[in-house]
């Protein structure tokens, strides 16, 4: 038994087969067609997994395995990026992406109609770029609401309008009532268009035997729900426990602890997914190793980095962000970048910004034990700041638990773990 993981990134398509053990066995990637800003396809998506797939079959056929051994496929695909569809899956209206923003008038709607607070709430929200994509549906040809993952999935399996917990969460779906709320439709929502919601991993249907037979594949090969890229990057790093953390250290900061309750405050960003009988909560912050590559390149990083002490703290006070605003684990639009003085020192300056981030990420732990997830027991480490050793010896002086850097985040292989789970 095979299973395959599809992860539609923001630079492009990543597959992973993994056996039953959750061995890797093979994995390929495409890049996305290039769109164009404020016009984007989400045909193009679907372009992008088609040749993502033929070269994982090339790949499975090189290594002298049989695709047809492929059993079960789950998707995962950037949070909040969506799409309308007819009920022959063609899209009637651009894709709306996950950073897309400026929906001002649907902000007005949901806070009118919605819980304070809520996550749905902000012009930059999922559910306000659901109704924006209403407004393009000029014909009313829309059947089916489809978040990134779930458009994929309806290609592979010949039939739209199903969707997951992770993915529906942000555009207002309660995963722990296991129901829309009925308020959207006060809001403006066109509630038909809505997606029946299964939890991550639950088995959707047999592959379409058109796709099925145009990449070699098993007629009976089962779809299951899928996820968000950033927690099926969770599930590739093999985190399973309670109080088990990962922080991404990428361009900006995520943390993610697996939480035996669901814990939520939107006004400091912090939100939970539901995984089985678990929660994975977390929140982002907009500090991280943007900053970073702000004032050094990665040589720079590397070789001032070995000049540091990470046993010793610094004198300076930093909260080191590109430019004002914060959401996590502080939530506050107009929050100035705290950076000064730069001592003379770049040594001292990295430190600083290093220390500054830690200090960071362990208030964002502090938060998730605060609201009753938990205190947080270890911690892996993925991104591209996982492997900068005097930060993780900062990290774990400031947050006081044992830091790791994860051998596996890619979202693909996540995903195809989630297809091997029994759900």
Known sequence: MLALGIDIGTSGVRSAVLDESGTLLSSSRSPHLLQVEGDVQ?????????????????????????????????????????????????????????????????????????????????????????????????????????????????????????????????????????SWPDWLEAAGVRTDLLPRVLPPGRAVRQIDAKVAEEFGLAHDLVVKAGTTDSIAAYLAT????????????????????????????????????????????GGASNSGGGVLLRFFDEAQLRSLSGLIDPSRETDLDYYPLLRPGERFPTNDPDMLPRITPRPEDDVHFLHGLLQGIARIESQGYKALER?????????????GGAGNETWRLIREREIGVPVETATRDQASIGSALLALREN
């Open 238 to 281: 093999g985190a399973s426990e309670i109080g088990t953390a990962v922080t991404s250290l990428g361009t900006t900061l995520a943390v993610k602890m697996l939480s035996p309750a669901r814990i939520e405050d939107p006004s400091i960003g912090l939100y939970s997914h539901k995984l089985g009988d678990a929660w994975i909560a």
């Open 42 to 178: 989400a045909e193009y998506w679907w372009a992008s997994v088609r040749d993502c797939l033929a070269h994982t079959i090339d790949a499975l056929h090189e290594a002298k395995l049989n695709p047809r051994d492929i059993e079960v496929l789950a998707v995962d695909g950037t949070s909040g990026s969506m799409v309308l569809v007819d009920a022959a899956i063609c899209p009637v209206t651009p894709a709306l992406m996950y950073n897309s923003s400026g929906f001002d008038a649907e902000a007005e709607l949901i806070r009118r109609h919605g819980p304070a607070n809520h996550i749905t709430q902000g012009s930059n929200s999922a559910l306000a770029r659901l109704i924006r994509l209403q407004s393009y549906d000029m014909s009313g040809s829309a059947n089916f609401l489809c978040h990134q993952a779930d458009f994929v999935m309806a290609r592979l399996t010949g039939v739209a309008g199903f969707s997951d917990h992770n993915n529906a969460l942000k555009t207002g779906y309660d995963p722990q009532c296991e």
């Open 371 to 383: 609201m009753g997830g938990g205190a947080v027991q270890r911690i892996l480490t993925v991104g």
